[in-house]
């Protein structure tokens, strides 16, 4: 079976951590779809989104392009699924097939980990914190920056960690 070797989503690339591109085949069609374990950053950014323009470059070499739908994917690690109808032009020779009535989907998640995807895309979160301290501290923490200041508790709570 062929494989994703790249998907280039709007004209951005990101990294894939695993990927399946399947045929499916339903009674009310069949749709070329590709899920995707992607990072937390890349999934927050596109998972709001419904259509899109997708290009699938294929491990053989060959490239799939299409407007395409999004939707992601519950599960324990972020996930994306692009879908779309099947382009008769497009040679799909090599894609898995699988039908509505099969139990097994390819299991993309296998081996990868949480931990896995956050060494290379970290997201960031906003917090916010109510502390009282002493005023000395407080007029101190005012005067500095924002982004000193995210360093600097990100630095404390990585030292504290360990």
Known sequence: MVGVKSVIIDGETFYIFNSAIYIFESSTGSTLEVDMIVSEVTLRKYKDRESLIAEIELEDGRVISSFMFLKSLPGRLPRLNLFCELDESENYEGVLRISEN??????????ITLEDIRKVEMPNEKITLKLNL??????????QKNRDLNLLFKELLYKHFK
């Open 134 to 143: 002493p005023i000395d501290q407080v007029e101190w923490l005012r005067e």
């Open 102 to 111: 099969d139990l097994a989907f390819p299991d993309i998640e296998e081996g």
